[in-house]
Nanobody, 120 residues
Framework: QVQLVESGGGLVQPGGSLSVSCAAS????????MGWYRQAPGKERELVAT???????NYADSVKGRFTISRDNAKKTVYLQMNSLKPEDTAVYYC??????????????WGQGTQVTVSS
């Protein structure tokens, strides 16, 4: 069983900063790509940013230049630093990880989600 536990999030004013983190635990061979997705009320879940095990990153156009994804492989943790936050960034943020359970079995996991609200 693999678990992703998110922390951080909360309420912040427009223009402010916030960070969220997600730690993986359980029995597995290795964690491959990790990422953050978000879902606003009434909208589809969308990709925010991803990072490979080697550190290559990918961002949604809407967050480029404002958000930074990083990871600590030793701590099995992925981070998302969010700067210059806008009201439209308000959403539940979900952590995702692609995990190799064996040399041939790869599975994706989701965290429980953490609320980020940008409002004055």
């Amino acid at each position: 069983q693999v678990q992703l536990v998110e922390s951080g999030g909360g309420l912040v004013q427009p223009g402010g900063s916030l960070s969220v983190s997600c730690a993986a635990s359980g029995i597995f061979l290795r964690i491959n790509a990790m990422g953050w997705y978000r879902q606003a009320p009434g909208k589809e879940r969308e990709l925010v940013a991803t990072i490979t095990s080697g550190g290559s990153t990918n961002y949604a156009d809407s967050v480029k230049g404002r958000f930074t994804i990083s990871r600590d492989n030793a701590k099995k943790t992925v981070y998302l630093q969010m700067n210059s936050l806008k009201p439209e960034d308000t959403a539940v943020y979900y952590c995702n990880a692609e995990v190799s359970l064996s040399t041939v079995f790869v599975k994706g996991y989701w965290g429980q989600g953490t609320q980020v609200t940008v409002s004055s």
